[in-house]
């Protein structure tokens, strides 16, 4: 007797909920981010056009004497207000976007990346300008927070302070290469007006201005691995997110001193 067995079986389907039951409404996700998110100013960037001029026969690098971008190659609109939320990528276990490695001799090392999420709606219901228009490139001003600075400086070459929102110097102090000693610069001798400050030292003394400003934030890409940022979101209008950089660091990676004596 040739024993018989049963069909094979079909092949196994998963049961896979609906994305639109399981995603957090826009209108929660709105509501938790404008309750418990920070005051931030938004500036729209743009390129500027001395990157595509001329400049010293080449093309395509930023004019170093542009008094719009400063040699930066981007400037911003003046800030527009929204509420956002600041979070960090190794909080979050993805796996496009791995938040630490392992290295054989120093052990886990966090890849942190800071992130802000921009909501679709501000607390009013209004849109949120920076949802349909927030791009790379745009900066973020945290309004109501002071961080405190350290900024080096030439006299008659430097003229700004790269962080220029709720500006307060604290000390400025000077280098004499001559007796190879620091001295503090008398308050007198220096006037501060937003994130312009003059000084009556002689041309190519070195200063350190010690001060507070409220911190910018460049986005330099967008955020990916997220179920809001990938189709299965079914249309639902929830938050936008971008890798952000602070905009010394970011400035620094430009590799133009001329870009960091200027502000945003």
């Avoid at 719009?68 to 979070?87: E, K, L």
């Avoid at 929830?238 to 945003?264: E, K």
């Amino acid at each position: 007797m040739v024993e018989s067995f049963p069909p094979y079986p079909d092949p196994f389907t998963p049961w896979i909920p609906s994305l639109k039951d399981v995603l957090i409404p826009q209108t929660v996700m709105d509501a938790v981010n404008n309750a418990t998110g920070m005051n931030f100013g938004w500036c729209k960037a743009h390129a500027c056009p001395c990157t595509v001029g001329q400049n010293n026969g080449v093309s395509g690098t930023p004019d170093p004497r542009c008094k719009t971008c400063f040699g930066r190659g981007t400037y911003w609109d003046d800030p527009i207000d929204f509420v956002g939320a600041v979070s960090f990528m190794h909080t979050q276990s993805a796996p496009d976007e791995p938040g630490a490695i392992m290295d054989p001799v120093t052990g886990r090392v966090m890849r942190a990346s800071p992130v802000i999420t921009i909501p679709f709606t501000n607390s009013d219901g209004s849109l949120c300008p920076a949802w349909p228009q927030g791009g790379e490139k745009d900066a973020f001003i945290e309004t109501d927070g002071l961080s405190r600075f350290q900024t080096p400086m030439i006299v008659g070459q430097d003229l700004y302070l790269p962080y220029r929102q709720n500006v307060t110097v604290n000390s400025v102090t000077s280098y004499d290469p001559i007796n190879h000693v620091i001295a503090p610069v008398d308050p007198e001798d220096y006037t501060v007006s937003g994130p312009s400050i003059t000084f009556s030292l002689p041309e190519g003394t070195g200063v350190v201005v010690d001060y507070y400003a409220s911190l910018v934030y460049v986005a330099w890409r967008v955020a990916g691995g997220i179920p809001h940022m990938r189709p299965a979101g079914l249309g639902a209008n929830l938050p936008r997110r971008f890798h952000i950089q602070t905009l010394d660091v970011w400035l620094r990676t430009l590799n133009n001193p001329n870009a960091l004596g200027a502000p945003i």
